[in-house]
């Protein structure tokens, strides 16, 4: 939907998300991705 702002659900706009497509509300990057 072009109108959701999380589409991961975690509750971090996907603005600012760390990884859009995967719930993480703590943004902690366990795997040390690119992003």
């Known amino acids: 939907d072009v109108c959701d702002n999380d589409d ?17 509300a703590d943004q902690i990057d366990l795997e040390s991705g690119p992003w």
């Not at 971090?12 to 995967?22: H, I, K, R, T």
Request: hydrophobic letters at 30%.
């Open 8 to 24: 991961d659900g975690d509750g971090v706009f996907d603005g600012v998300d760390n990884c859009s497509l995967a719930s993480n």
